[in-house]
């Protein structure tokens, strides 16, 4: 770039030697007179005339005291702000910047900021061709008024960058809000499709019940049965509402109160197994235990369930054409820590490689069920914060249309727990 055109070598190029006082002074001089001009003139533009109370000075003699002050530097071998460009003076640029913040603040639009400055420009250069004294010698008349234009003229380009920037964050926060909206949509849908089937199953029951009454056909033994459905279904409702309350706390920052107990793992494992087995029929649910000796450790049994119940639960929803699904359970050894591992792998629709990174993130889910199936997506969030609450951790291996495996590792022996 050609000193002519660099903002930061183009003044000092044009007004080496100069000095400014004359300018200054007539100014500081005309300062009020000035100041008044331009107010006036600002408040009989369009923008302030239907809103009179917008069309105060601000940060404008801020502004204009500071361009005095710099247009006195020049000349002034012990003061070297008036070999820079007039905008990379501290005090010129914060009452700019300060000026533009404040009419985004009321609402101007860019254009309408960018005349308030210009108009101040319009009033300077009136004063100096009105009120600058015959002797003034014209070269420092000539830079000086070139300093004002260049100071105004930046204050016109931060004023654009501002709103630049203004607009860019307002977008990104549109952004941010759509998608919020979005995600709070998909929760809600995918809880209440979670809640029906329960809901769903309780009704049926109910129904069941009353044709049989109707006919005279009710026996106890119907009702115990249909009481123990209903009593299972309001268990489901439950824990998928501890989990929603769970996921809520967990986002949150906030830690879970583990209620620990002495809990055998693959026992657990079978029991969780066995309830999901009973629920389909298009899957068969298979637990390898190869160690015979009891796997224990000091767990809360009722939020292990809920990270058990929904990896199987999440096995069987992503393999809506069946297939087997295997639970493997194991005591291991890492890093000199005896772990009780579980794996549960299925051959469902699998992650896209794409979204394994978020796959436990709050409310994300796959692109390849987003739309197809069903789900609050909080679900796998609350299994990685329980787990890691209990000193553990969970791993996910999966391939698009293959299935995928989702593994659990907790520690054994510990931690204090209340006894069985």
């Known amino acids: 770039m050609s000193a002519s055109t660099d903002p930061g070598t183009r003044v000092a190029s044009l007004t080496n030697g100069a000095n400014f006082a004359w300018v200054a002074a007539l100014l500081a001089e005309q300062r009020s007179s000035i100041l008044a001009r331009w107010l006036e003139a600002a408040a009989a533009q369009p923008f302030h005339v239907t809103n009179t109370a917008r069309a105060v000075a601000d940060d404008i003699p801020r502004l204009f005291d500071a361009l005095i002050v710099h247009l006195q530097s020049y000349g002034d071998p012990e003061d070297r702000a008036g070999s820079e460009a007039p905008l990379r003076d501290a005090a010129i640029r914060d009452a700019a910047h300060a000026h533009a913040l404040a009419r985004l603040e009321q609402a101007l639009a860019p254009q309408e900021i960018v005349t308030e400055f210009r108009l101040l420009r319009q009033e300077i250069g009136r004063a100096i061709r009105l009120h600058l004294p015959d002797a003034a010698p014209s070269n420092d008349v000539g830079g000086a ?82 009481l123990d459905g209903v009593n299972s279904a309001v268990g489901d409702m439950t824990a998928q509402l501890s989990e929603f309350v769970d996921g809520m706390r967990l986002r949150e920052g906030a830690s879970l109160a583990l209620h620990r107990t002495h809990v055998e793992l693959t026992a657990l494992v079978r029991e969780v197994a066995a309830l999901h087995q009973d629920g389909t029929d298009q899957h068969q649910i298979r637990v390898e235990a190869p160690d015979s000796s009891p796997i224990v450790g000091a767990w809360d049994r009722a939020r292990l369930t809920r990270v058990l119940d929904n990896l199987f639960r999440n096995a069987i929803k992503y393999s809506p054409r069946g297939g087997p699904i295997t639970a493997s359970v194991r005591r291991e050894s890492r890093a000199g820590r005896m772990l009780g ?73 510990e931690a204090d727990a209340a006894p069985l």
């Open 341 to 413: 591992t579980v794996a549960i792998a299925d051959t469902g629709i699998g992650v896209p490689v794409a979204d394994l990174p978020f796959v436990f993130d709050p409310f994300r889910r796959g692109a390849n069920v987003a739309r197809g199936i069903p789900g609050s997506g909080i679900g796998l969030f609350a299994v990685r914060q329980i787990v890691e609450q209990h000193g553990g951790a969970v791993e996910v291996q999966s391939q698009e249309g293959h299935g995928s495996t989702f593994a659990i590792s907790l520690p054994l022996g």
């Open 145 to 226: 008024v070139l300093v004002v234009h260049d100071a105004l003229d930046g204050a016109i380009f931060l004023a654009l960058t501002i709103i630049t920037q203004r607009e860019t964050e307002r977008e990104a926060l549109a952004s941010v809000r759509l998608a919020l909206e979005a995600e709070r949509e998909r929760f809600v849908a995918g809880l209440a499709h979670d809640l029906n089937n329960p809901l769903a199953r309780i009704k049926g029951t109910v129904q069941l019940l009353q044709r049989r009454i109707a006919r005279g056909a009710l026996g106890l033994s119907d009702v115990s049965g249909a």
